[in-house]
């Protein structure tokens, strides 16, 4: 039986998230406008993302898979953890300099594969770490730690104007460099906050059946991948269709951050140009509100503990898109800078729920064992509606949303309240409901 974890064994637990998601937080806020800096078409926006979702589709399910199988000194986990967390630290140092559209592309495959060779077995780590019953706390914590990171990835650049830099300093390229040290302070966040949790928070050793069951099985990547192959045709009920409301919470996503700042540009300053002040005031703008939301979903993700006990993590979960598709589409209709932050509290409480309570609701239906590749599975539906999404949107963007950014801003709003409305659908298991613990 697993021990019970007190709260602060949790978060320490959990601090590693911390530096992976201050990652992503600084590609969500500053990959397009980069892109724009180098030269890159407004419509062709969604094709320079495909690095995220592509590496997560090929590289989750596959390490998911083998630190399932992976047996060492260290732990099963702990070194994905180490690689991946170098790896990303190195191309977050890169990735302002880069001086040409192909290369920043290029940079991006690198970080988004470093970092999901680093997610997927953290997810994993909290359910091998946790009983069931402390897994809401767990998945929640490490939701409230996405939020934080996130909040300070945004806020990072807006900090460093408040502490004297010059916002319109800009490299040859046309890259802030307020941009560039955000980029630097990511590097070294991503590096030592998983060593913190490396530090405090040992894996447990595994039992001499679960060692005999692992060493039982075949070796080779052709066996590794049947056992992704096997996960996919067992899949759980429950799984499939969290599936649908992963469909459209993500493929909103992916609109809201690759065009909220071109949206901005436009409601707030009327601009497009990126060698203009207004865009580069938008960037700013985008940061902060983008900090904001992500410090609501910090707050909010312990805040959602004691909700998820009381009507479960379907009925929360559907709650909370509901907000932010309301405030999604209310976002073009806003013209002051202030008023701005209202709609960011719905969008931060989905934010909130979308990295916790999804995983709240599969961890009770998938076999202990096979935890690592059904977590890495489960990422795939992340990952592919981006790449829907990727190959989709531009298909359209001037045809049906007229070319501009606000529409797909809107487009957002409509889809999040597609999935408040397919997580309804979901069956849980009852003994999982019965497992949504206290806080403590």
């Given at each position: 039986?697993?021990?019970?974890?007190?709260?602060?064994?949790?978060?320490?637990?959990?601090?590693?998230?911390?530096?992976?998601?201050?990652?992503?937080?600084?590609?969500?806020?500053?990959?397009?406008?980069?892109?724009?800096?180098?030269?890159?078409?407004?419509?062709?926006?969604?094709?320079?993302?495909?690095?995220?979702?592509?590496?997560?589709?090929?590289?989750?399910?596959?390490?998911?898979?083998?630190?399932?199988?992976?047996?060492?000194?260290?732990?099963?986990?702990?070194?994905?953890?180490?690689?991946?967390?170098?790896?990303?630290?190195?191309?977050?140092?890169?990735?302002?300099?880069?001086?040409?559209?192909?290369?920043?592309?290029?940079?991006?495959?690198?970080?988004?594969?470093?970092?999901?060779?680093?997610?997927?077995?953290?997810?994993?780590?909290?359910?091998?770490?946790?009983?069931?019953?402390?897994?809401?706390?767990?998945?929640?914590?490490?939701?409230?730690?996405?939020?934080?990171?996130?909040?300070?990835?945004?806020?990072?650049?807006?900090?460093?104007?408040?502490?004297?830099?010059?916002?319109?300093?800009?490299?040859?390229?046309?890259?802030?460099?307020?941009?560039?040290?955000?980029?630097?302070?990511?590097?070294?966040?991503?590096?030592?906050?998983?060593?913190?949790?490396?530090?405090?928070?040992?894996?447990?050793?595994?039992?001499?059946?679960?060692?005999?069951?692992?060493?039982?099985?075949?070796?080779?990547?052709?066996?590794?991948?049947?056992?992704?192959?096997?996960?996919?045709?067992?899949?759980?009920?429950?799984?499939?269709?969290?599936?649908?409301?992963?469909?459209?919470?993500?493929?909103?996503?992916?609109?809201?951050?690759?065009?909220?700042?071109?949206?901005?540009?436009?409601?707030?300053?009327?601009?497009?140009?990126?060698?203009?002040?207004?865009?580069?005031?938008?960037?700013?703008?985008?940061?902060?509100?983008?900090?904001?939301?992500?410090?609501?979903?910090?707050?909010?993700?312990?805040?959602?503990?004691?909700?998820?006990r009381r009507y479960g993590p379907k009925i929360t979960h559907s709650v909370c898109l509901t907000l932010a598709g309301?405030?999604?589409?209310?976002?073009?209709?806003?013209?002051?800078?202030?008023?701005?932050?209202?709609?960011?509290?719905?969008?931060?409480?989905?934010?909130?729920?979308?990295?916790?309570?999804?995983?709240?609701?599969?961890?009770?239906?998938?076999?202990?064992?096979?935890?690592?590749?059904?977590?890495?599975?489960?990422?795939?539906?992340?990952?592919?509606?981006?790449?829907?999404?990727?190959?989709?949107?531009?298909?359209?963007y001037r045809s049906l949303l007229g070319g501009n950014p606000e529409n797909v801003i809107r487009l957002a709003g409509?889809?999040?309240?597609?999935?408040?409305?397919?997580?309804?659908?979901?069956?849980?298991?009852?003994?999982?409901?019965?497992?949504?613990?206290?806080?403590?």
């Amino acid at each position: 039986m697993k021990p019970h974890l007190s709260f602060w064994q949790i978060v320490n637990m959990n601090i590693g998230f911390f530096g992976i998601q201050f990652s992503f937080g600084l590609q969500q806020s500053s990959m397009s406008p980069i892109y724009k800096y180098l030269g890159a078409d407004e419509a062709s926006l969604p094709y320079l993302w495909l690095a995220g979702p592509m590496t997560g589709l090929l590289v989750q399910p596959l390490i998911g898979a083998m630190s399932d199988r992976t047996v060492t000194r260290w732990g099963r986990r702990t070194p994905y953890f180490l690689i991946g967390a170098i790896l990303c630290s190195l191309g977050l140092l890169a990735m302002p300099f880069s001086p040409t559209l192909w290369m920043a592309a290029s940079l991006l495959w690198i970080l988004d594969a470093a970092n999901n060779v680093t997610m997927e077995p953290y997810r994993a780590f909290v359910s091998d770490k946790l009983a069931p019953k402390q897994h809401s706390l767990g998945f929640l914590t490490q939701s409230a730690f996405t939020g934080l990171g996130q909040t300070l990835a945004y806020l990072t650049p807006s900090l460093l104007v408040w502490m004297g830099m010059n916002k319109d300093a800009v490299n040859g390229s046309h890259i802030p460099h307020i941009v560039i040290a955000a980029f630097m302070i990511g590097a070294v966040f991503s590096i030592t906050s998983v060593l913190w949790t490396l530090k405090t928070t040992p894996e447990h050793p595994l039992t001499p059946v679960e060692l005999a069951e692992i060493r039982s099985r075949p070796v080779g990547w052709r066996h590794t991948l049947g056992d992704i192959v096997t996960a996919v045709r067992e899949m759980p009920e429950t799984m499939r269709q969290l599936a649908w409301v992963k469909l459209f919470q993500w493929y909103a996503m992916f609109c809201y951050w690759q065009y909220i700042m071109l949206s901005l540009s436009t409601t707030l300053y009327g601009t497009t140009d990126q060698a203009s002040q207004g865009f580069r005031d938008a960037g700013l703008l985008a940061g902060q509100v983008g900090a904001f939301y992500n410090f609501i979903a910090f707050v909010g993700a312990l805040a959602l503990v004691p909700f998820t006990r009381r009507y479960g993590p379907k009925i929360t979960h559907s709650v909370c898109l509901t907000l932010a598709g309301f405030a999604m589409m209310s976002i073009p209709s806003i013209h002051s800078e202030a008023l701005l932050f209202v709609p960011m509290i719905g969008i931060g409480l989905a934010w909130a729920s979308i990295m916790g309570n999804p995983y709240v609701m599969l961890a009770g239906c998938i076999p202990p064992e096979r935890t690592g590749v059904y977590m890495g599975i489960f990422n795939m539906f992340i990952v592919l509606p981006m790449i829907i999404q990727i190959f989709t949107l531009p298909l359209y963007y001037r045809s049906l949303l007229g070319g501009n950014p606000e529409n797909v801003i809107r487009l957002a709003g409509v889809l999040m309240l597609c999935g408040a409305v397919a997580v309804l659908f979901v069956k849980i298991k009852k003994p999982q409901a019965e497992m949504i613990p206290a806080a403590a």
